[in-house]
């Protein structure tokens, strides 16, 4: 497909610096691009990439101010990132509605299964008894769908999704390949002679609109009731999500977190990767935690930043961080100090000079 900078700065409503003719047809980073390349620069540090771009054209803030001329055509805009981040999306929704629809075989879809207009379902998937698979619905080869599971309109699971029994996705929601929604939660009671009795898993998954999943990341069914994604929740690749657990509103987790049972996280989190929450604990909204640290108990306050293992406030942790990485200076610091002290002390029973405390 291609696009002129003026088509471009209407959709964006960006002011146009050049020529508004000029036609991209693909995207590129700033460093790479070529003509008829969009690009864009939201970070200064790229800036000098600006003067030398073989790009067609480029966003920018509309606070960038040009130190010397330049070739490309630029389109000004409040924010470029997010701007050049709608452009793929729009873009990713126009290719969407021109790709596949309808059932492909092999495949088998149950009779009682309700599947809505302009579906697509790939070969080798099964979509199985009482399930609801909502317009507009893309179903990637290797699908599994399971009984009374209902997807919600314009969803995306690609190859290899799994979807356990009664488990509920909302609209939109974009599934990466391998992961697997309203698995058995890790319930077992332990008996008398050391082995241990399976608790069985009840519940389901619930997942609201606008959630996406990365790739490989479990989210396990409830005991009892649900575990539940909310709203524009973004979950990267390799995330375990247990039973019970919450995830409010546009949080944003990394990989390989591991959010135990019965964990309800508020809205608008960031969590950094390989952080581990235990269980039956409450973060605040909008808490921010570091990479690899560990959570131990319940978030009180809102906006506050964690880190390390067990996490605290951050600038403390750092100042903590710092001394420790000073220890065996301290040390023998404070060795030299007893020694001198101890010379001191001696020193003064020489002369007769008692040591009072």
């Known amino acids: 497909m291609q696009f002129t900078a003026q088509q471009i700065a209407t959709l964006l409503q960006g002011k146009l610096e050049g020529n508004p003719d000029a036609k991209v047809s693909g995207v590129a980073k700033i460093e790479e691009a070529e003509e008829g390349a969009l690009c864009f620069i939201s970070n200064t540090k ?21 130190q010397r ?10 924010d470029a990132y997010s701007s050049f981040a709608l452009l793929l999306e729009k873009y990713n929704e126009m290719v969407a509605s021109a790709g596949k629809t309808g059932v492909e075989q092999p495949c088998f ?33 290797g699908c599994y ?5 209902v997807i919600g309109e314009n969803a995306k699971l690609y190859a290899s999704v799994k979807i356990y029994d009664d488990c509920v996705l909302g609209a939109r ?33 619930i997942v609201e609109d606008d959630v996406e999943i990365g790739a490989n990341t479990t989210v396990d069914r409830a005991t009892m009731g649900s575990t539940i994604i909310r709203k524009g929740v973004k979950l990267d690749n390799l995330i375990q999500v247990a039973h019970n657990a919450e995830i409010g509103d546009n949080t944003v987790i990394a990989a390989q977190t591991g959010v135990s049972g019965t964990t309800k996280i508020g809205k608008n989190c960031l969590i950094g990767g390989q952080v581990g929450l235990v269980g039956h604990i409450q973060l605040a ?41 000073n220890l065996p200076e301290l040390q023998q610091r404070l060795l030299k100090l007893e020694e001198t002290v101890q010379e001191l002390t001696a020193l003064l029973s020489e002369r007769g000079i008692e040591n009072k405390k």
């Open 145 to 149: 769908i399971g009984n009374n599971a």
């Open 285 to 325: 909204d909008g808490t921010k935690i570091n990479a690899q640290s560990g959570i131990s108990k319940s978030v009180t306050q809102p906006g506050i930043t964690l880190n390390g293992s067990p996490a605290f406030e951050y600038k403390t942790s750092l100042k903590s961080q710092a001394i420790f990485r």
């Open 69 to 78: 001329p330049v070739k490309p055509t630029l389109i000004r805009v409040k």
């Open 173 to 205: 929601v974009v599934i990466h390949s391998g992961t697997v929604i309203g698995g058995d939660g890790f319930g077992f009671a332990p008996l008398a002679d050391g082995t241990y009795k399976k608790i069985p898993q009840i519940g389901n998954v």
């Open 46 to 66: 790229y800036e000098d990439y600006l003067y030398t771009s073989n790009a067609s054209v480029i966003l920018v803030n509309e606070s960038l101010e040009l």
């Open 109 to 141: 879809v149950s009779p009682t299964a309700k599947i809505g207009e302009g579906v697509y379902i790939g070969a080798f998937s099964y979509i199985a008894d009482g399930a609801t698979i909502g317009k507009g619905v893309k179903i990637y080869p």
